[in-house]
């Protein structure tokens, strides 16, 4: 009788305790994942591993290759967010190991790969302008966490990053290197100077409010669709011709729409000023 009872007693709990286990097995499922769903976290991996391997290539001297593999990285880290939305496979975890990916390849490579280019001619101040971009790179990433962990951010500013995002950061980071390659002669470029005052002066903008255009919520017109078709085929055919002219006038076209961002962000603030005081 008493294993009767203890027997009538577990069924009971077992009962109580279905919802709960079925709730955590739908979270955490025993199969584990499918390849496909875990693509996302595949690519921000290679995008990790490629921008550290610039930091190898720089102790090797073969500066072309720190470019290649930090754009790679940059190129991954653009890949992996939207792999993850299209595949419904968006995660706490993925965000997080992309942030992580994200300080290593862009806060960490850039920095590094500069030192050892020019900086550390200067020695511990040169040191001390990698570090300085290296934090700077923590800070943002951690700011744009926050933010999107509490939801700060009001819905129509979600065209526009706060600061320069880390890809083009490390990318506007590493411009002294690669105009040094299509002006191999140029003193000034290879500079400790010019290549510190770059590195400081994006470290800065990372950190800073000025408002930046969002490419994934930038939407072309209709009748714009073809002309900006046949620039990206101009552009394709230029970076096989002149592929670090063509990186240089890029860095530059993106610095120079930093004022138009600047403008619309202050029209769109004003608009919804506007709108709220009406309602």
């Not at 286990?21 to 693509?39: D, E, F, N, T």
């Not at 500069?114 to 790179?137: E, K, N, P, R």
């Not at 930046?212 to 209709?222: A, E, G, R, V």
């Not at 610095?255 to 600047?262: G, H, L």
Request: net charge positive; glycine share 6%; proline share 5%.
């Amino acid at each position: 009788m008493a294993w009767k009872r203890k027997t009538a007693i577990n069924k009971t709990k077992q009962r109580k305790l279905t919802p709960r286990l079925r709730g955590r097995l739908a979270k955490h499922p025993l199969q584990g994942y499918s390849l496909l769903g875990m693509l996302p976290n595949i690519a921000t991996v290679l995008a990790l591993c490629t921008g550290l391997s610039a930091v190898r290539f720089a102790l090797l001297e073969r500066w072309e290759w720190c470019v290649f593999a930090i754009l790679i990285a940059g190129i991954l880290d653009a890949v992996d967010g939207r792999l993850a939305r299209f595949l419904g496979s968006t995660s706490r975890f993925g965000a997080e190991l992309d942030s992580l990916s994200d300080f290593i390849s862009f806060g960490v490579s850039p920095a590094l790969v500069m030192y050892f280019f020019t900086l550390h001619q200067w020695g511990g101040f040169g040191w001390a302008i990698a570090l300085l971009f290296s934090v700077c790179m923590a800070l943002r990433l951690a700011r744009f966490n926050t933010h999107s962990i509490e939801g700060t951010t009001p819905a129509w500013s979600s065209a526009y990053f706060t600061g320069t995002p880390a890809p083009a950061a490390a990318a506007l980071a590493i411009s002294p290197l690669v105009m040094s390659f299509e002006w191999p002669d140029s003193s000034f470029i290879t500079s400790p100077f010019f290549c510190g005052a770059i590195l400081f002066a994006v470290a800065v903008l990372m950190v800073s409010a000025i408002p930046t255009f969002s490419l994934k919520k930038i939407h072309i017109p209709h009748q714009y669709v073809l002309p900006f078709m046949l620039i990206i085929a101009v552009s394709t055919a230029a970076l096989f011709s002149k592929p670090w002219l063509t990186l240089t006038l890029i860095a530059v076209g993106y610095v120079s729409t930093f004022p138009f961002s600047i403008a619309s962000y202050r029209k769109a603030a004003k608009e919804q000023e506007s709108l709220t005081k009406n309602q």
